[in-house]
């Protein structure tokens, strides 16, 4: 099983509204992550996890609030976003080894609207 | 700062055309690369990965080199199919750490 699952697939959110995106993986990852990708462009790093603890945070605004409470499942808690936090919000996990990540295998991703 | 680079941005072939994508890195001390499609509007899906000590990997039609040296990989994709249409990305995952860097794709249109 290589399957990222991300929850919802979309969602339309007010700028005053509270919502999370979910994402879990059961191969046994310890390195989660959290892209955002505009149209047209390539996937844009903003947080990643190593065995369940932040360890890289892209200086990504507050209004973003990443949480990993298990090795299998990682959160993207939203709050008074922007319309031009529209995007397309992409999950992934890789195994960690002592020289480099492995394969990283992505979700489908959520795609976020805030009117 | 890795830099990742591809080229083309986009191409647009005949069915049935082997074709070529390249992607450059800036910064050789990299732990792996990998090759991904991405349809529109989905997420990303792993084609193949190289790990900095290999060459190349296969994979049916595809085939992906690594010159680790010259910071430079190449994905070969033969007798292209319709289907193959697509953005391909490339990206770098970086010694001791987790950041994976991209390229900014080169989008594939095989006509029938």
């Known amino acids: 099983d290589t399957e990222v699952t991300q929850t919802p697939k979309h969602l339309v959110m007010g700028m005053t509204n509270k919502k999370s995106l979910k994402c879990e993986q059961h191969m046994g990852h310890r390195a989660m992550y959290w892209y955002k990708q505009k149209a047209k462009k390539p996937p844009e790093l903003m947080f990643v996890?190593?065995?369940?603890?932040?360890?890289i945070n892209e200086s990504v605004p507050s209004r973003f609030s990443p949480e990993c409470p298990n090795s299998s499942l990682l959160n993207l808690h939203l709050h008074a976003l922007q319309p031009e936090d529209s995007a397309l919000y992409l999950c992934a996990s890789s195994q960690i080894r002592w020289l480099g990540n492995t394969e990283a295998f992505f979700g489908q991703g959520t795609r976020l609207t805030v009117v | 700062k890795q830099e990742v680079t591809q080229i083309p941005a986009a191409l647009s072939v005949p069915e049935g055309e082997n074709l070529v994508l390249n992607c450059s890195f800036t910064?050789?001390?990299?732990?792996?690369l990998q090759w991904f499609r991405q349809d529109p509007g989905k997420g990303l899906t792993s084609l193949l990965l190289?790990?900095?000590?290999?060459r190349e990997q296969t994979s049916g039609r595809l085939n992906a080199s690594l010159d680790k040296s010259s910071g430079r990989s190449t994905l070969y994709i033969a007798a292209s199919q319709p289907g193959d249409s697509a953005t391909y990305l490339c990206a770098v995952s970086e010694t001791s750490g987790s950041r994976l860097t991209f390229g900014e794709g080169t989008q594939l249109t095989v006509n029938p």
């Open positions: 190289i790990q900095s000590s290999q």
């Open positions: 910064d050789s001390a990299i732990y792996n």
């Open positions: 996890y190593s065995y369940e603890k932040l360890s």
